[in-house]
Nanobody, 124 residues
Framework: QVQLVESGGGLVQAGGSLRLSCAAS????????VGWFRQAPGKEREFVAA????????YYADSVKGRFTISRDNAKNTVYLQMGSLKPEDTAVYYC?????????????????WGQGTQVTVSS
C-alpha cells in the first residue's frame, strides 16, 4: 500500500504560479504510476496530468497543457505539479493518485490510492 499527502495549495492571483507536492509513504513508490486530478464544486473529478505506466511519458488535459508540468522524484517519494499562468477556472481541490496497474491514465477509476486533496483558489 501507499499513502499520499498533498501540500502546496493556496490562494493565488490569476497569472500566478503554484507548485503542488504529493509525498508518498512506502519504499516502493517508484513502482506506481501517478497522476493529478482536480474537482471543482458541483463538478466531477477530472484528469489534470499523469505519467504513463512505465513513467516514460506524460499526459495533460487540454485545459492545462503548456501551463502545468508533472514531475516526480522517486528518491524523495514525491510527485509535483508545477502550475503556471493560473486562471480562475483552475480553482479546485487537487488530488494526487497512484495506481499499480497499467491502463488509461485519464480514468480516475483506474487509480488505487488517493490523497486527501489540497485546495487551489485562483482569484481574478
Amino acid at each position: 500500500q501507499v499513502q499520499l499527502v498533498e501540500s502546496g495549495g493556496g490562494l493565488v492571483q490569476a497569472g500566478g504560479s503554484l507548485r503542488l507536492s504529493c509525498a508518498a509513504s512506502g519504499r516502493t513508490f517508484s513502482r506506481y504510476a501517478v497522476g493529478w486530478f482536480r474537482q471543482a464544486p458541483g463538478k466531477e473529478r477530472e484528469f489534470v496530468a499523469a505519467f504513463n505506466w512505465i513513467g516514460s511519458s506524460t499526459y495533460y488535459a487540454d485545459s492545462v497543457k503548456g501551463r502545468f508540468t508533472i514531475s516526480r522524484d522517486n528518491a524523495k517519494n514525491t510527485v509535483y505539479l508545477q502550475m503556471g499562468s493560473l486562471k480562475p477556472e483552475d480553482t479546485a481541490v487537487y488530488y494526487c493518485a497512484a495506481r499499480e496497474r497499467p491502463g488509461n491514465a485519464y480514468y480516475p477509476t483506474l487509480y488505487d490510492y488517493w490523497g486527501q486533496g489540497t485546495q487551489v483558489t485562483v482569484s481574478s
